[in-house]
């Protein structure tokens, strides 16, 4: 699925009823064992400011390729990002700064998986505003329905 940036959204997530998907959405200890959670989330998307980035700097912001939605590391969609690779002037091909990077932990020490459900949907103005619709994008992990 594109998200309203046009990148493809979710790729990375475990796939149904695999042992990583067990792994990221069930919980195994405590009083809430054998069931998840879920958290809703709001984001406000700035489409003009996105639409004003040129095509290397929106890929740059994601670590994944526009057309693809591949690692910048190479590979397809699905492919495993390689944070290793370097430039030839030595600069990391998926930089810190990426949404791909920040979003696998790569830098923070510990590492929690979520499960992502991406949904697009717009918002209407408030009456008078004078405004036009706005786009925004929710995304909850949760165990599917």
């Known amino acids: ?6 990148q493809l959204d979710g790729s990375a997530n475990a796939q149904l009823g695999s042992e990583h998907f067990s792994r ?3 919980i195994d200890e405590g009083p809430f064992a054998g069931g998840t959670s879920m958290v809703l989330r709001r984001i406000r998307m700035d489409l003009d400011g ?3 980035a040129d095509r290397a700097a929106r890929e740059q912001s994601t670590g994944t390729r526009l057309d693809t939605g591949a690692p910048l590391s190479g590979g397809d969609e699905f492919s495993n990002a390689d944070f290793e690779q370097v430039s030839a002037h030595g600069f990391p ?3 810190e700064f990426s949404h791909m990077r920040r979003a696998n932990g ?3 020490g510990e590492h929690q998986e979520i499960f992502r459900r991406p949904f697009n949907y717009d918002e209407a103005p408030s009456p008078g505003s004078g405004r036009s619709r706005r786009r925004v994008r929710s ?3 949760s165990r599917p329905i």
Do not use: H
């Open 93 to 95: 091909v998926i930089g």
């Open 1 to 6: 699925m594109r998200n309203l940036f046009g």
């Open 24 to 26: 990221v959405v069930w």
């Open 106 to 108: 790569i830098d923070d």
């Open 139 to 141: 995304s909850s992990p």
């Open 50 to 52: 996105w639409d004003k």
